[in-house]
């Protein structure tokens, strides 16, 4: 056997397309490998490597270690029964030479045996071109079969089906047409090179036919090039100065720029995203370098990077904290000889940075807190009223939640700050720079002479924006965030579940607004319920909002909130019934610190055997009494020795849990669970909990129910899952 034989074949394919918008490159290449390794792996044709790039020109895919073709498969089919395909001289009947007839087969190659009811009808198959699922028969008793084997396809044929129909049906974002309604895919297919172990595997997609041939860049090397192999694809685009692997591109991006900020003496200031969408708009990563008036450094920071980064995709060197007038960005060549493309782009730059100078000028001609009548005409949701009035709310909430949550030195400044978080709409560069909003409101508060405190918290007020950014950096920061956040919730929630997210669909950005109010709920008020504040945040609408629906919104909002909770417990490594147990403790339903202590307290003593030992008797209890009305236990009544102890166990685990919420302290109540092991055992051992006695029931009933409503107090410990055979206790 041959080296390449041993390893398996190697398969390149190439799709070149008119140039493709980068955010959409690294989906669609991963969807295309993805989707064609699983149609693979469904045919027994599994490779050992599967690896994809993308220029913005070409798309490509790359797979190694491939068996030669598919494995035989054997296929039973099932006939008559036997006792109708033969005679009684054991001569084949009409019916077994015509089943027998049908497959091309000989009625010598009948065979006979017992099936059962139901079961599969091939053994030791692999799927075929289209896949086969096993069938079944529901006849049942000895039959007549016969065996069939169908021999395994090459493995280029397999890849000639594939390829073309999963390249055709890729999920773009958008899509087009050509010439004579050719398509929809995102851009028109220029070329396609498909090669197996160096023989093109022929197919057609859009009209052009798969082949050997790959090109070079469309403006350096623009011509056509056979390839053999994909060391020599590789090598032959090298030449070309063409990189295909993103990453590699980044690499080279990030190392060029870095050495360049450094020969200016200052230092690159790294955006990890643009670099990502630089490597996506280039297949030659070249860097240029241009410069821009020194005044226009004198811009904040956050208007200069904002400008470079959406106007001309282009980083910023700093030095000693302060911005160069210098930029950096791609230009998908490896030099500029005569300067052009380096003019252009500082001639885009300036006049660029120009409109944000005079943007920055003419918003400072007022002081911030002057624009309050524009915010009257922009509107917050059409149902839901203005920006002017969410400010109103948004003051109100901010002083509610100072009180509530015992942050009342923080309130006035919060307070301004809500008073003039969202003025900054009303501004030029606001309007220029979306993105910008929060921050620069905060920067024009600043330059106002605003307090820091409350400039501060006018920037940070849209953090955090997903769970790994940054919180406000102060309490009045955090309580502006907080209650903008539920004014948000509450006013979309109230409007009705048409405007709630569902599966994929969030176009108000809800569940970010969730996941920040859990976050700084957890970080500026752990021991606070937030319920009381949310029913403020609903108030706070008034005739705005339908009084029947905003109790309905208030109880679809917990278990919304609950499911951010649950998200950021579950990366802290909390499995899902750990905090399910949590969640269903009983107690403020918005005290998420609370939630979340209970919750790690679950995690930290569920291996223990006598805590399993009453998450077993947890779940019993839970069944005994479901749809049980509670009563209060009557201690004389408890005749027998184990009711006796556990009454006695749960009179002390009671007041443990007492103790335990009392200092906050939810693991401590849960260890108090662990001595309950004992007597619960034995009190299911020795005692009938629904003795036919109707006094003696109740009141063993109601000894259970103390129980149960006592571990409630600190988790639903029914909730967790306990494998029985974990269980040593």
């Not at 922009?378 to 002083?399: D, H, I, N």
Request: charged content about 25%.
């Amino acid at each position: 056997m041959t080296e390449t034989a041993r390893e398996g074949s190697e398969f390149l394919l190439e799709v070149r397309a008119e140039e493709i918008p980068a955010r959409m490159l690294p989906g669609a290449v991963q969807e295309l490998g993805t989707s064609l390794f699983e149609e693979l792996m469904r045919r027994r044709l599994v490779p050992r490597e599967v690896t994809t790039a993308f220029t913005p020109r070409r798309l490509v895919l790359v797979l190694k270690g491939l068996p030669e073709k598919e494995e035989d498969r054997v296929s039973i089919e099932v006939g008559p029964p036997a006792s109708a395909a033969y005679d009684a001289a054991g001569h084949p009947t009409a019916a077994a030479l015509g089943f027998a007839r049908k497959f091309g087969m000989d009625a010598s190659a009948l065979k006979r045996r017992q099936f059962s009811k139901e079961e599969d009808l091939h053994t030791d198959s692999v799927a075929g071109a289209k896949g086969t699922k096993p069938a079944k028969t529901k006849l049942e008793g000895e039959r007549v079969y016969l065996e069939r084997t169908y021999a395994g396809r090459p493995t280029a044929d397999v890849l000639a089906e594939l390829v073309p129909r999963l390249l055709a049906g890729l999920n773009w974002a958008k899509t087009m047409r050509w010439g004579r309604a050719t398509g929809p895919w995102v851009r028109p297919v220029h070329g396609i090179l498909a090669l197996l172990d160096g023989e093109v595997v022929p197919f057609e997609l859009f009209g052009v036919a798969s082949g050997r041939e790959s090109a070079g860049h469309p403006t350096l090397s623009p011509g056509r090039f056979p390839v053999a192999s994909l060391e020599d694809y590789q090598a032959q685009l090298a030449g070309r100065g063409i990189v295909i692997d993103p990453e590699d591109r980044k690499r080279r991006l990030r190392a060029e720029m870095t050495a360049r900020a450094a020969a200016a003496g200052g230092r690159l200031v790294e955006d990890d995203a643009l670099l990502d969408k630089l490597a996506a708009i280039c297949e030659i990563p070249g860097v240029l370098e241009g410069a821009f008036a020194a005044e226009l450094a004198e811009l904040p920071r956050e208007v200069l990077t904002t400008s470079l980064r959406d106007h001309q995709s282009a980083l910023t060197v700093e030095r000693a904290g302060r911005l160069l007038p210098l930029f950096l960005t791609v230009m998908d060549r490896p030099d500029d000889p005569a300067g052009r493309v380096r003019a252009g782009n500082e001639w885009v730059v300036a006049a660029r940075l120009a409109d944000a100078s005079f943007f920055w000028a003419k918003d400072r001609g007022a002081p911030l807190a002057d624009r309050h009548e524009a915010l009257a005409a922009l509107t917050f949701q059409e149902k839901l009223g203005s920006y002017a009035a969410k400010t109103e709310r948004l003051v109100r909430l901010t002083g509610e939640l100072a009180a509530a949550l015992g942050r009342d030195a923080a309130a006035p400044a919060g307070e301004r700050a809500a008073r003039l978080a969202k003025l900054d709409l009303a501004t030029d560069m606001v309007r220029e720079f979306t993105s910008l909003q929060g921050v620069m409101g905060g920067l024009y508060a600043r330059a106002d002479g605003e307090p820091e405190e409350v400039w501060q918290a006018i920037y940070d007020h849209y953090l955090p924006g997903g769970a790994d950014d940054e919180l406000p950096r102060g309490p009045a920061g955090r309580l502006l965030a907080l209650a903008d956040r539920l004014d948000t919730l509450a006013g979309f929630f109230g409007l009705g579940p048409k405007l709630w997210p569902s599966g994929s669909r969030d176009p108000f950005g809800l569940r970010r607004a969730a996941l920040g109010v859990v976050r700084l709920a957890l970080e500026e008020a752990p021991s606070s319920d937030l319920g009381p504040v949310l029913h403020r945040a609903f108030a706070g609408y008034g005739g705005a909002l339908d009084g029947a629906a905003v109790a309905a919104a208030e109880q679809g909002l917990i278990p919304f909130l609950h499911d951010r909770l649950e998200f950021l417990l579950g990366r802290e490594g909390l499995a899902h019934d750990e905090i399910a147990a949590a969640l269903g403790a009983d107690g403020p339903r918005l005290a998420f610190g609370a939630l979340a202590a209970r919750a790690r307290a679950v995690h930290a003593l569920r291996e223990e055997p006598g805590f399993l030992a009453v998450a077993l008797a947890a779940k019993r209890i839970a069944n005994i009494l479901k749809g049980q009305t509670p009563v209060e236990v009557a201690p004389e009544s408890l005749r027998e020795p184990a009711e006796r102890a556990l009454y006695d166990a749960g009179a002390r685990f009671g007041d443990e849990v007492a103790a335990a919420l009392a200092g906050g302290d939810p693991e401590r109540g849960l260890r108090a669970v662990m001595p309950l092991a004992a007597p619960l055992d034995r009190f299911f051992v020795e005692v009938l909990v629904m003795d036919p006695d109707e006094a003696v029931r109740r009141n063993r009933l109601a000894l259970l129910g103390r129980l149960r409503r006592d571990l409630l107090r600190l988790a639903d410990l029914s909730a967790v899952v306990v494998d029985k055979s974990d269980y040593r206790g």
